[in-house]
């Protein structure tokens, strides 16, 4: 076993990782939650970038409906990132098990 080559290994794909994690971050899912009344998008790293929110759902009267439909929205953006960066990830290690990934 060549320790030289598997450290050289090991670097190459330390930086793939850190390349496909940038690359992510650049990539945006979204979803749409409440008949499409709410729509949130996230990247791929986890991070909200925007939050639409049609004026039909906008009732003073009932503000629990409305932050019921932006935590849905929130939580599905966020998920669906998260399976698109771990889709990403098991491609680039191909299927290693590496933690985090």
């Given at each position: ?5 598997l ?6 794909m ?9 690359e ?11 008949g ?16 639409r929110?049609?004026?039909s ?19 599905e953006?966020?998920s669906?990132?998260?399976e ?9 290690t191909?299927?290693?098990g590496?933690?985090?990934?």
């Amino acid at each position: 076993m060549n320790i030289a080559k598997l450290m050289k290994q090991a670097q190459q794909m330390q930086a793939g990782l850190a390349a496909k994690q940038e690359e992510l971050a650049q990539q945006s899912v979204e979803a749409s939650v409440g008949g499409g009344k709410v729509v949130v998008t996230a990247t791929g790293a986890g991070d909200v970038t925007d939050i639409r929110i049609d004026a039909s759902v906008v009732d003073p009267e009932d503000v629990d409906f409305l932050q019921e439909l932006v935590l849905k929205g929130v939580q599905e953006a966020i998920s669906k990132g998260k399976e698109m960066a771990a889709s990403e990830m098991q491609k680039l290690t191909g299927g290693m098990g590496l933690p985090g990934f």
